[in-house]
């Protein structure tokens, strides 16, 4: 259907390179919930750990990285990370390690307030009980903390997924930057955002839905 | 494989970048912090601009747009976070009609011939699709919806007036979408402040008589918004963060700055450096002063707010 | 609402009305078919084991909790009517809570204050001195610009009382108010409740204490999953409880 205003033509006859574009915006949010995850338990470990020096680095560098936006710790690590490696690597890594380094640092948050949220009680029982300190940990204060944190850390993945719209700024072709590519040699921005719009809105409320269900399913259990 | 090799250099790249933070000197790259010192064009001295100058004025932008932005988003998000508590019906006769049959929803339904309509669960419904909608597109999307596709749909008239006429269109635009935006985040932490207060309390404030007004204004809200003084305080730093995305439709904020400072002297490091520390300062500034009111306000006797 | 009529003394029925009231949460029946009278000046005290509806059935009369089955009327106004200017009603019936639920922001004359100012419209210092007067009553004027979290449970639930009283009400209603309490400031808060029984306050009170059932109540109602198993005199109760239930609950009870 094709109408002087709004033509869905365009949107249709896109549909390839836009998909194309949203498979680099899953790349990019999947490989940095990964290293985020892993990166950020490091720094949680480092946090809650008995090692002073190490505390207060990785609580540095949390509060660091949470006092700058984004844009800027991606423009920061796309021109820092040719530097160091010491050739061009193209923007993906450069903007993956900005990711990775940035979402590492809410990650480490949300894991340590999972497990400061399990009562002093629950430890102290555990210890009662005869349990060392790693069967304490392992059977008692984690399975805990981790039920906290799970819907946490899946709403932080729906966040991280809608920071990836920000590779724009870098001209990187994910979902909204093909499409910013279409709407600017078609001319049709408006057809092109609105699309953009549903599709984010859709994903991230089917997203938000799921997460909620399993919040559900955790609570029952 | 190609993937497996980029994966492989992103860590290699995390680790050197962690094992190397503040080897400043293994980078080829010549530092010149004189350039942060650009106050007027100077070739010779590396000043094609005043550099100096521009991440002042990129500082005061981001702050005026922070702040402005959170002017419309304090009061809306309240707002919308209250509706979001409503969770008793507030009936409304629907005057002169009178309805021949008999049903009942959540929203309306009949009594004796009189239809009535029930205003929380709309108002309650509205504020949740609010919150819904503005939380689940990216903001950068949000903005270029703003920008670029809000003047489309008004009149011709008016649709100029937005995109050319009005005083500083990129900046109100800017200021608009990240109010409305962030409301609904401000609205999360209202309806959960209010949530946490015991029911009884509620219950209290209703048995010595007062209106369900009176119960927000007197019990509910003044104890609710001191819990919520800390994620409020992030939520502004939020915002204050997230102006950096007016860069993208011409706001010469303070990162949009560092990046013309870093195109025009290709000095791009010294810059962000600047930058990285104003934001770093402002947000300090901000937690020092917010921890100050949390102390100002903070409840004798309590230990906890949440503990109860 | 708005017009109070006033029905006590008439034979037309007591302070407290309440005609076969059923409630249901969801599909689940908190109350069934509770009828019962307070006159003026009863002191009626409820007891039963913990879910069996003691805590709702009072709740019901001040409409804090809504009920879906039979009349409730106060001092001849029907609770359930969706015209009747429920803050009003409330205002005549006092309330104390198990957890005492003083407003925390703010002080303890400032609590006793509140409704005064902002329900019965009184003036700063009217409302100044009738806290006061009350304070005095409950031996906690000193406490006065103290917060609610600097006192001690027992010097908390007083102050409730205090709040209560501060209204003028004609009934009181306490729902279960010293079982939040150690057991050394219980009798701290029963005295109060004692003195103001005898004064001769309509009071209803949902309570394990079974020691000041004895020596105030007028009345005893025993609940048992939602129903009213037995509403008679203290003596009828304490001497010859009828049924097997309240029998096996106060053998428990009172070898506490």
Not at chain 3, 2 to 7: G, H
């Amino acid at each position: 259907m094709e109408s002087g205003g709004f033509d869905t033509h365009i949107i249709f006859h896109s549909i390839p390179f836009l998909a194309k574009g949203m498979l680099l915006t899953l790349e990019l949010t999947v490989l940095g919930i990964g290293g985020g995850l892993v990166f950020g338990t490091l720094l949680a470990l480092c946090r809650l750990g008995k090692f002073r020096a190490l505390a207060f680095a990785a609580g540095t560098y949390v509060n660091f990285f949470r006092s700058m936006p984004l844009i800027l710790v991606i423009f920061w690590f796309y021109f820092l990370i040719p530097l160091v490696v010491g050739e061009e690597v193209g923007a993906f890594q450069s903007v993956l390690t900005a990711f990775i380094m940035f979402e590492a640092a809410y990650y480490c948050e949300i894991m340590r307030a999972g497990i400061q949220s399990v009562r002093v009680g629950q430890a102290h029982a555990g210890q009662a009980l005869g349990l060392t300190y790693q069967q304490n940990m392992r059977y008692v204060v984690l399975p805990q903390a981790f039920r906290n944190m799970i819907p946490i850390l899946m709403s932080q993945a729906i966040v991280l997924f809608q920071d990836t719209a920000l590779v724009y700024v870098v001209g990187l072709s994910d979902f909204l930057y093909s499409a910013d590519i279409v709407a600017n040699s078609e001319n049709r921005l408006m057809e092109m955002y609105i699309t953009v719009a549903i599709v984010y809105f859709s994903m991230c409320s089917l997203a938000q839905f799921l997460v909620r269900n399993l919040q559900k399913k955790f609570a029952h259990e | 494989m190609a993937k497996m090799r980029g994966a492989l250099r992103v860590g290699l790249s995390v680790a050197v970048l962690l094992g190397l933070t503040g080897c400043a000197g293994d980078f080829r790259y010549n530092w010149n912090w004189s350039i942060l010192a650009c106050t007027s064009e100077n070739i010779d001295a590396g000043c094609i601009g005043p550099y100096f100058f521009w991440i002042l004025e990129g500082l005061s932008w981001t702050i005026a747009v922070a702040s402005a932005a959170w002017v419309i988003a304090f009061p809306l998000g309240s707002v919308f976070g209250i509706l979001r508590t409503f969770d008793k019906p507030i009936l409304v006769v629907v005057p002169f009609v009178k309805s021949p049959i008999y049903f009942r929803t959540r929203a309306i339904g009949t009594s004796k011939g009189i239809i009535w309509v029930n205003v929380a669960w709309f108002l309650h419904g509205f504020a949740n699709v609010y919150v819904t909608i503005f939380r689940n597109v990216p903001l950068l999307v949000q903005l270029f919806l703003w920008y670029f596709v809000f003047p489309e749909l008004l009149s011709d008239e008016a649709g100029m007036w937005v995109k050319r006429e009005m005083p500083l269109p990129e900046f109100w635009t800017a200021v608009v979408c990240l109010g409305l935006y962030s409301a609904s985040r401000v609205a999360e932490q209202v309806r959960a402040g209010i949530n946490s207060i015991s029911r009884g309390q509620q219950y209290a404030a209703m048995a010595i008589g007062l209106t369900p007004v009176q119960v927000y204004r007197y019990v509910l809200l003044p104890v609710a918004f001191r819990i919520i003084i800390p994620p409020l305080t992030s939520d502004f730093l939020g915002v204050f963060k997230n102006s950096s995305l007016a860069l993208t439709i011409g706001v010469l904020e303070l990162t949009a700055m560092t990046r013309q400072i870093e195109e025009y002297s290709y000095q791009g490091f010294e810059a962000f450096t600047a930058a990285t520390v104003l934001y770093i300062g402002v947000t300090a500034i901000v937690m020092v002063a917010m921890r100050v009111v949390e102390g100002r306000v903070r409840i004798p006797g309590m230990i906890s707010l949440e503990a109860k | 609402m708005n017009e109070t009529k006033d029905t006590t003394g008439t034979d037309g029925g007591g302070m407290i009305e309440m005609n076969h009231v059923g409630k249901w949460y969801g599909e689940f029946q908190v109350l069934s078919n509770c009828s019962t009278s307070v006159n003026k000046g009863d002191v009626v005290v409820i007891c039963g084991p913990s879910g069996s509806g003691k805590s709702t059935l009072i709740k019901v009369i001040n409409g804090l909790e809504p009920f879906q089955e039979g009349t409730i009327t106060f001092n001849g106004v029907s609770v359930g009517d969706r015209t009747t200017n429920l803050s009003k009603l409330r205002s005549q019936i006092g309330m104390v809570f198990q957890n005492f639920e003083l407003f925390p922001h703010i002080s303890i004359i400032e609590n006793i204050k509140l409704a005064q100012m902002k329900v019965l419209g009184r003036e700063d210092d009217e409302a100044r001195n009738r806290s006061m007067e009350l304070l005095e009553r409950v031996g906690l004027s000193d406490q006065r610009d103290k917060f609610p979290a600097q006192l001690s449970g027992g010097q908390q639930q007083r102050v409730a009382i205090a709040r209560g009283l501060a209204m003028d009400p004609i009934a009181m209603l306490f729902d279960e108010p010293t079982s939040a309490l150690d057991p050394e400031m219980i009798n701290e808060v029963l005295d109060v409740m004692t003195e103001l029984a005898n004064d001769g306050m309509t009071m209803m009170v949902v309570s394990h204490e079974m020691g000041f059932a004895k020596r105030v109540a007028d009345r005893v109602i025993f609940m048992d999953e939602g129903y009213i198993v037995e509403d008679c005199s203290k003596d009828d109760f304490f001497g010859t409880p009828r049924g097997d239930r309240a029998q096996l609950f106060l053998s428990k009870i009172l070898t506490h």
